[in-house]
């Protein structure tokens, strides 16, 4: 079809990968008949590099935004490779369950390996958790796959769990040699993947022509904040209460489907909030952390997600594979323990893509009570704390080597930071109008410069103590309020 050719001939203007036009109509082919759509299209030209590399068979380093579909990067391949199998790595037991429902319902036959009761066969996809890959009888597996010339590929999804997550280091060091014990192509996935990151992965899974592909993209429609809450809080349960507080509001103003979800460092810190909020006798949150048992971790998320509870007070344990799109607000009490964490927790906010809020409640004093943070994630985390400039371009810059600030990108929601500076006037000088080296200009040009400072002056003393958005709407009388709570209901 002409139209077909006109796709293709878009989706291969990329320099992520060589490939001729029949790989990508196959690969075009395979994701439209995978999704059940014949006028399917990919999500963006990294998405299709990232499903044509893995079809070449390409060790591949693959870095798609929250939304992205780079899960697609290896379900589509495993769903048009029907004689071979495909082993899945998952660093969380809920994202094993995930992925184990996808397959499912996409076709796929599936097992999940769980130390035993794998029957060799005309299995898709093997899916197994890290704690489990590491045993001597996965390793048999593997070996006896490669050997029947079933074993397409091995896929680590969320692979920034390897440096993220503290109790799997010894788990990653075996994992490492387990896939280096058979030759097969490697997926490494993940959204979240700083340029420093990269160099150590190639030589950790001994990737020399490691494919790394990735897609710059900010989340728009959040709005980073922090709240410093020194003043008058002396416990952590004067904090606690300021948090239950700000969470009351959010709730009064959600739709029914809106959830909310409380990052807690600790444990113990997370029950304990919890227990402050439920005090009253209503259930609006419950516990989720990495002690508990899996049927209670799901029944958590199930009450959360059905509208039994609407917030969720978590550990980083739920940092990755909870996808749930209307999530309005994330809270960190204190911060998160490194950028990376806080990136991935602060993205489950806002995944329908309407405005959501990623807060931050710092208290200096759990600097004091949280000398246990590894030194250098603790350090990055606490500069995008305290930092005076733009924070979407301070994680722009660290997670992708580059960024603008979220005033420069001209759409989207401002931080806080850029939002102060708007509405406080705290911005330097302007000129108007360009200068003429060696020539005098003429008078109507400088009395027109003076006219327009005159009057950025005025506006500036004009702004002062109003609402922004309510100012530029002609909305005078509106002196005091909320200007975030204004935009919100304006968007």
Same mark, same amino acid.
């Given at each position: 079809m002409p139209e077909d050719k006109v796709i293709l001939n878009h989706i291969i203007k990329t320099d992520e990968v060589d490939y001729s036009i029949q790989e990508a109509a196959q690969a075009l082919d395979g994701l439209r008949k995978f999704a059940e759509e014949p006028k399917g299209r990919f999500k963006s030209k990294e998405q299709a590099a990232a499903i044509v590399g893995a079809l070449q068979g390409l060790d591949q380093l693959i870095i798609l935004p929250t939304g992205g579909g780079k899960t697609m990067a290896y379900l589509v391949p495993m769903f048009m490779e029907k004689d071979l199998t495909t082993v899945v790595i998952l660093p969380f037991v809920v994202l094993v369950e995930q992925v184990e429902q996808l397959c499912t319902s996409f076709g796929i036959s599936v097992q999940t390996w769980r130390g035993s009761g794998y029957s060799i066969g005309a299995t898709q996809a093997i899916l197994v958790s890290i704690e489990h890959a590491i045993m001597p009888e996965f390793l048999d597996l593997l070996i006896s796959l490669e050997s029947n010339r079933r074993?397409?590929?091995?896929?680590?999804?969320?692979?920034?769990?390897?440096?993220?997550?503290?109790?799997?280091?010894?788990?990653?060091?075996?994992?490492?040699?387990?896939?280096?014990?058979?030759?097969?192509?490697?997926?490494?996935?993940?959204?979240?993947?700083?340029?420093?990151?990269?160099?150590?992965?190639?030589?950790?899974?001994?990737?020399?022509?490691?494919?790394?592909?990735?897609?710059?993209?900010?989340?728009?429609?959040?709005?980073?904040?922090?709240?410093?809450?020194?003043?008058?809080?002396?416990?952590?349960?004067?904090?606690?209460?300021? +948090?239950?507080?700000?969470? %009351?509001?959010?709730?009064?103003? @959600?739709?029914?489907? #809106?959830?909310?979800?409380?990052?807690? =460092?600790?444990?113990?810190?997370?029950?304990?909030?919890?227990?402050?909020?439920?005090?009253?006798?209503?259930?609006?949150?419950?516990?989720?952390?990495?002690?508990?048992?899996?049927?209670d971790r799901r029944k958590v998320l199930a009450d959360w997600k059905e509208g039994r509870t609407r917030i969720v007070i978590a550990t980083s344990a739920l940092g990755a594979g909870m996808d749930y799109p209307w999530v309005r607000v994330v809270v960190h009490q204190g911060f998160a323990q490194q950028l990376i964490d806080f990136v991935q927790e602060s993205g489950r906010a806002g995944r329908d893509g309407q405005p959501a809020e990623a807060i931050t409640f710092f208290w200096p004093r759990i600097e004091?009570?949280?000398?246990? +943070?590894?030194?250098?994630? %603790?350090?990055?985390?606490?500069? @995008?704390?305290?930092? #005076?400039?733009?924070?979407?371009?301070? =994680?722009?810059?660290?997670?992708?080597?580059?960024?603008?600030?979220?005033?420069?990108?001209?759409?989207?929601?401002?931080?806080?930071?850029?939002?102060?500076?708007?509405?406080?006037?705290?911005?330097?000088?302007?000129?108007?109008?360009?200068?003429?080296?060696?020539?005098?200009?003429?008078?109507?040009?400088?009395?027109?410069?003076?006219?327009?400072?005159?009057?950025?002056?005025?506006?500036?003393?004009?702004?002062?103590?109003?609402?922004?958005?309510?100012?530029?709407?002609g909305e005078q009388d509106h002196i005091e309020h909320n200007a975030w709570e204004c935009r919100y209901k304006s968007l």
């Open positions: 074993l397409a590929r091995m896929v680590l999804d969320e692979c920034h769990a390897l440096w993220t997550q503290e109790g799997f280091r010894d788990s990653v060091r075996r994992l490492v040699l387990l896939t280096r014990a058979v030759k097969v192509p490697i997926q490494l996935l993940t959204a979240t993947c700083p340029p420093s990151k990269v160099d150590k992965l190639r030589v950790n899974f001994g990737c020399e022509d490691l494919q790394v592909i990735r897609r710059i993209e900010d989340r728009k429609e959040l709005m980073y904040s922090v709240q410093y809450v020194d003043k008058d809080v002396n416990t952590l349960e004067d904090l606690n209460l300021i +948090i239950e507080n700000y969470l %009351r509001r959010q709730i009064q103003r @959600w739709e029914a489907k #809106d959830r909310g979800i409380v990052y807690c =460092l600790r444990r113990e810190w997370a029950e304990q909030l919890c227990e402050s909020i439920n005090r009253t006798g209503e259930r609006i949150c419950a516990v989720y952390h990495a002690r508990m048992e899996s049927a004091e009570m949280t000398a246990w +943070i590894k030194e250098e994630g %603790r350090k990055e985390m606490l500069e @995008w704390v305290k930092l #005076d400039g733009c924070r979407k371009k301070f =994680l722009s810059t660290y997670l992708h080597g580059e960024g603008d600030d979220c005033i420069s990108q001209g759409v989207g929601i401002l931080c806080d930071n850029c939002e102060g500076v708007l509405a406080t006037g705290r911005m330097e000088s302007v000129a108007f109008g360009p200068a003429v080296t060696g020539r005098k200009r003429p008078r109507d040009t400088e009395v027109t410069e003076v006219e327009d400072s005159i009057k950025m002056k005025e506006m500036l003393q004009d702004l002062s103590g109003k609402c922004s958005f309510c100012w530029m709407a």
